[in-house]
Each structure stands twice: as C-alpha cells, then as structure tokens.
C-alpha cells in the first residue's frame, strides 16, 4: 500500500523544520482546485513509499529531501463536491474542529487566531531537515504562489489563510525538547518490526498493528488504498506561568522550590525523559545511562505497581496513555491501546534563550507553543476519547477521591485540592492533595482532517465527473 499512502503516517517525518500551510479554495474555483490536487499530487506530495526511500538515500549521499503531504477537511471535501459516499465517514470529522468546541471545552472559536476562525479547506505540510529554513521557506513561497493563483478573470484559486513554522528544538543530548523543557516524542506506537530492535517490552509493547492508524479511503479506486485522519492544534505555551507554578509546588510539596520532581510528577516525566513511575533503583537495574539516557528504554514501563506514589494519576503522559489504569473501567488494555494515536506535532515560536537555560523573565508568557499533530483512525475514539474522557475528566482514572485534571492540556474547572502528590517519593501514606496546576495551554485554532490516498489526489478531476454524471441521471 506504500505507493498510495501518504507519508508521515506510518513513520514521522523527523525532519527539524516544517511548515503547516492552511488555505480555502476560492468561490466558483473547483474545476481548477481539483486540478491543482492533481497536479500537486504528481509533483509534490511525498508517499510512504518515497519516504523510506529517500530515508535510506539520505544516509547514503546525506542529502536532505522535503516531505510534502497534503490534507483535506470535510470543508474541503464538500467544496470539491466528492460524492458522499467517497467523503470520509467519520462523524466527528463531518462537524469539524469548530463543531467539537463545547464536547472539548475548547476556549471559544472568537478567541482563535484570525486564520483558523472561518472554513478552512486544507492543509499542507512541508518539512526539511536542514539546519536554516532557507530552503523550505522558499518552496513554502513557491507554493503560496501556486494556491494564490489568479485566473484570467482575476479570481484566485485559494486564499492562504495561515502558515505556521515548526521549529525543533534539542537540549544537550541532541532530544527534542518542547518549551516546558521535557523532552517530547518517546512514546509512540510503533508499525514497523524493525524499529523494535533492541527493544525491551516486557513491560511495555509499542509494536501495534497499522489499523490504529489506517482507515480505508472511501474515495480510493485501487485495492489497498488507505488514509487516516489527523488532529491539528496550535497550543500556545505559557512558560513562564507553568515554570512558576512548578515551583510553587516544589515548596508546597516538598519544602524545596528547585526540586525538579514536582515539575516532572505534573508531566509523568523528568525534563531529560526518565519516568517518574522509575526509581533510580529501576533505572540502574534497567542499566539505563543518566543522563543521556536511551529513551527507547525508557518506555518499557507501566503502572501495575504504582498506584499513584510515584506518578501521580493526574500527570500528563499517565492520563493520556494510562498503560493499563482504565482496565476494569470499561476497557482492556488492548481496548486501552487501541486508543493511541502517533503524535507527530512539533513546536514554534522563536526563542533567543535556550529553554532549559532561560532565567525566569527570559521565558515567554506567549507567541510560542506545540502544533499538535496526530493520526488516527477514528476521531472519536482516539482523540476525542484521550481529550474528554480521560485528560479533562478529573474521576479518570480514580473517581474517589478524583484524580483531577491532567496539569498541561486538560481544560474545565480547576479546583484546588484535588490533584494528589507522594511527598515522599514511594510511600503512599504521604500521598497529599495541592493546589491547582493548570491553565498554562491555550488552543489558538485547530482543525479536523484527513489524508486522502494518493489515487484519489491524482484523479480528483476524473472523480469530479463521475459526480457531474450521477448528477445528470
Ligand atoms: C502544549 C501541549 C503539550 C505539551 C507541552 C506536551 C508534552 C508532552 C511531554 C513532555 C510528553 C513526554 C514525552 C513522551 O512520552 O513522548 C508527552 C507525551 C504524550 N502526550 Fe503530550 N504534550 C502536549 C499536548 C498533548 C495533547 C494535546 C495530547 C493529546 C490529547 C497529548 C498526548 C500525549 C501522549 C499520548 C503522550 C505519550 C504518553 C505515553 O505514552 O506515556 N499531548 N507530552
């Protein structure tokens, strides 16, 4: 299925730099929309199958190549007039971001950034793994230029309505770091058995079967021809805030305001990776190097024998992949795993000091965050479930007494003494409630989308006319 499918699904694209192109066709501008898809996906678009092979030429000639991959909304798929029964059936994407702002309790769309507010038709990714953005940014220009397009007639082919630059970030290890200064991108569910070489998973498996991501593209005309959905949210970062309030919290739990463990109990993770629910004895046994550890290792955990007094229930990565704590609630851990999603955000927002060395008045309180990106197969059970059911619902997983929300991205009331910390690590008897951690996220605009397979791209006029002959019947 490689030829047909888009890349950056099965396997991130892990380049540094990117660009996320958002735009909305013109009015009366479909014959030319749909041969601009056409166009674009003959000359532009990178498949998986193109992707791993020039993954294994870079190693070869160290060449660096762009990834392009382009993503339509239900917006987009009704301006293109695709015939319902090829569109993506998944309820939740028919509605769109905007239509899931009271079920998320996302802030209101008013409050977004002028360009999400309105229909937004698609998206384009382009990302390059070279050390400047001077050649992405001028095949980003190239192909603004495209979408702009005017007709004869002075009518324009798309208006571009935002384009965020992703910008990684590494710390001293050369890991990827967000603003907060934690290491991001560990753990992920993994397609491929390569990847998993040398991996212990004794503890835990991140092999999962394609079909957590993958979804048959209705409009698809040739066998195996499969898309998936995908989640956008630019969520800007209040550092300054939330590095204050881990503080607080150190004196309040531990007497200590330069303790670095109540920062990674609100995370689930110590800023360089290592899991809270890891003891240093764990960590030796494990042989795991500090402090340039194998994060690959340091994934091969659950949480069977913490219940909560060493990662707090409430930390982030521990609400969103709880590893086993919603069995018996409803699910299996194979119900619970199917729930993943592959997470391929990347920050923005430029900072002149690194974050793991900015003082507390260097760091921003705003203009830098996560563009949260991810695939899957159903909206509604992955990231819908992950955002309502566990990280903003303060009884998952522990209704008595509540778990509280997950401190970075949960959103709904936020009552002080209700998430719970160990003050001495391990022991639950010292197990005491805090004052409220929160509210440093702020979703600045988002859209639902999907990546259609590359045979519905290449024939997007030739599908447009079988619509105008059902029509004429
Ligand atoms: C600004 C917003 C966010 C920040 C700063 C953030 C930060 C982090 C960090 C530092 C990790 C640990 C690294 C790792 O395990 O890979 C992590 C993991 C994770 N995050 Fe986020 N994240 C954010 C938004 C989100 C959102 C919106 C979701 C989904 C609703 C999400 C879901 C996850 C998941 C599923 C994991 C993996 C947990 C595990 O498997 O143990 N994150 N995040």
């Known amino acids: 299925m490689a030829p047909e499918l888009q890349a950056n699904i099965l396997k991130s694209h892990g380049r540094r730099h990117t660009a996320q192109l958002f735009f909305r066709f ?17 000359t532009e678009i990178t498949t998986a199958q193109q992707q791993q092979a020039d993954t294994a030429q870079t190693k070869i000639d ?6 392009v991959t382009l993503l339509l909304s239900a917006a987009g798929y009704a301006y293109l007039d695709v015939p319902l029964d090829k569109r993506p059936g998944d309820a939740r994407f028919a509605g769109g971001m905007k239509a899931a702002n009271a079920d998320l309790l996302d802030p209101p769309v008013a409050t977004w950034d002028g360009g999400y507010q309105g229909a937004i038709h698609g998206m384009v990714l382009v990302a390059l793994g070279e050390r400047t953005r001077t050649r992405l940014d001028q095949h980003v ?23 965020e ?3 990684s970030i590494q710390n001293d290890d050369g890991q990827d770091i967000e603003h907060f200064g934690y290491v991001d991108g560990i753990s992920q569910p993994k397609f491929f ?7 212990d998973t004794t503890n835990w498996d991140p092999l999962m079967p394609i079909s957590l991501v993958l979804t048959p593209d209705p409009a698809g005309s040739v066998d195996n021809s499969f898309g998936s959905y995908f989640v956008f949210r630019k969520l800007e970062q209040n550092v300054r ?13 531990f007497g200590d305001e330069t303790s670095e463990l109540a920062g990674a109990m609100a995370v689930g993770r110590f800023e360089n990776g290592t899991p809270v629910t890891l003891s240093d004895d764990d960590v030796r046994i494990h042989n795991i190097p500090i402090p340039k550890p194998d994060l690959g290792k340091l994934n091969n955990f659950n949480y069977d024998t913490d219940p909560g007094q060493r990662c707090p229930f409430h930390s982030h990565i521990r609400k969103s992949t709880p590893r086993g704590d919603s069995v018996g609630l409803g699910d299996t851990l194979e119900g619970e795993k199917n ?18 060395q900015a003082e507390f008045e260097e760091m921003p309180t705003k203009g830098v965050g996560l563009l949260f990106m991810s695939f899957q197969r159903d909206l509604a059970a ?92």
């Not at 009015?27 to 674009?40: D, I, K, S, T, V």
């Not at 160290?62 to 990834?67: A, D, K, N, P």
């Not at 939330?242 to 739990?253: G, S, T, V, W, Y």
């Not at 592959?342 to 927002?349: L, S, V």
Request: aromatic share 10%.
């Open 26 to 42: 013109g009015h009366g501008q479909q014959p030319a929309a749909r041969l601009f898809l056409e166009e674009f996906a003959h």
């Open 141 to 163: 220009r190239a192909i603004v230029k495209r979408l702009r397009h005017k007709s004869p007639k002075g009518d324009r082919l798309a208006t571009v309505l935002c384009v």
């Open 382 to 473: 992955q990231f819908e479930f992950i955002q309502r059911q566990w990280v903003n619902n303060a009884e998952f997983s522990r209704a008595t007494p509540p778990t509280g929300l997950d401190p970075v991205i949960g959103q709904g009331p936020l009552p002080d003494g209700v998430q719970r910390y160990a003050t001495t690590y391990g022991d639950p008897a010292s197990t005491q409630a805090a004052s409220a951690f929160g509210g440093f996220v702020t979703l600045k605009g988002g859209e639902y989308l999907f990546a259609p397979c590359m045979c519905f791209l290449r024939h997007a006029t030739s599908a447009a006319t079988q619509q105008q002959m059902a029509m004429q019947h």
């Open 193 to 199: 058995v390569e990847e998993m070489a040398g991996l």
């Open 339 to 356: 729930r993943m999603m592959a997470r391929r955000g990347i920050i923005y927002g430029h900072r002149f000091v690194h974050p793991n």
């Open 165 to 167: 630059e992703g910008d």
């Open 241 to 253: 805030g939330f590095k204050e309030r881990e503080k607080q919290l150190a004196k309040e739990l």
């Open 62 to 67: 160290g060449q660096q190549r762009f990834v």
